[in-house]
């Protein structure tokens, strides 16, 4: 039912900066938000950052608070990702997704990107 496509990532230097978009087409619920994950080669995926559609309201993992940016555009439904400061520990495939909440909770997403490939080098 949600299409997403990322689009955005690439190599770079330690310290430097990216942007990723996530184009989503199709619908989605008041009680949805948006998120980043990420996955390196041989480790599990992990949690980046998620916006609530409406509410505008976001959340970060710890690793990248004070450096990612999550913000969206609702008219154009479209998701960016602003990394900044970027680590070589950062270096992972990133994937948007659809994310339901249960009151509080988030859930697991059930909408994948295909990804795309971050490469920071030191």
């Known amino acids: 039912q949600v299409q997403l496509v990322e689009s955005g990532g690439g190599l770079v230097q330690a310290g430097g900066s990216l942007r990723l978009s996530c184009a989503v087409s199709?619908?989605?619920?008041?009680?949805?938000?948006m998120g980043w994950f990420r996955q390196a080669p041989g480790k599990e995926r992990e949690f980046v950052a998620d916006?609530?559609?409406?509410?505008?309201?976001?959340d970060y993992a710890d690793s990248v608070k004070g450096r990612f940016i999550i913000s969206r555009d609702n008219a154009k439904i479209t998701l960016f990702l602003q990394m900044n400061s970027l680590k070589p520990e950062d270096t992972a495939v990133y994937y948007c997704?659809?994310?339901?909440?249960?009151?509080?909770?988030?859930?697991?997403?059930?909408?994948w990107g295909q990804g795309t490939q971050v490469t920071v080098s030191s």
């Open positions: 916006i609530m559609w409406y509410g505008g309201r976001a």
């Open positions: 997704a659809a994310v339901p909440y249960l009151g509080s909770s988030r859930l697991e997403p059930n909408y």
């Open positions: 199709g619908r989605t619920f008041s009680n949805y938000a």
